[in-house]
């Protein structure tokens, strides 16, 4: 069954990098587009950044120039990468893919942005 497992949220100043992981599992991993959305307190969950199998990249305008995306095929992993972060940065990071018309969310991971 698909699983994805996030890691590598906490507490960082502002200005602070921060590099997530999403173990993946249970379904060809280098076929499919990877992406990762957050959500803070009270407001709608909103996709970040998109990987596809061929390695396209897409992100939203928020994070451009400052948070970068990746996949390790040989890992099952997919990465994102966050510098220059903000307070408005803080939220719940999750990773998700669609696999046969179904989509999986991990668990999500809380990534604080705070002096």
């Known amino acids: 069954q698909v699983q994805l497992v996030e890691s590598g949220g906490g507490l960082v100043q502002p200005g602070g990098s921060l590099r997530l992981s999403c173990a993946a599992s249970?379904?060809?991993?280098?076929?499919?587009?990877m992406s990762w959305y957050r959500q803070a307190l009270v407001k709608e969950r909103e996709l970040v950044a998109t990987i596809t199998g061929g390695y396209n990249k897409n992100y939203a305008d928020s994070v451009k120039g400052r948070f970068t995306i990746s996949r390790d095929n040989a890992k099952n992993t997919v990465y994102l990468q966050m510098t220059s972060l903000k307070p408005e940065d803080t939220a719940v990071y999750y990773c998700t893919t669609k696999v046969l018309l179904r989509n999986y969310w991990g668990q999500g991971t809380q990534v604080t942005v705070s002096s």
């Open positions: 249970g379904f060809s991993f280098s076929t499919y587009a």
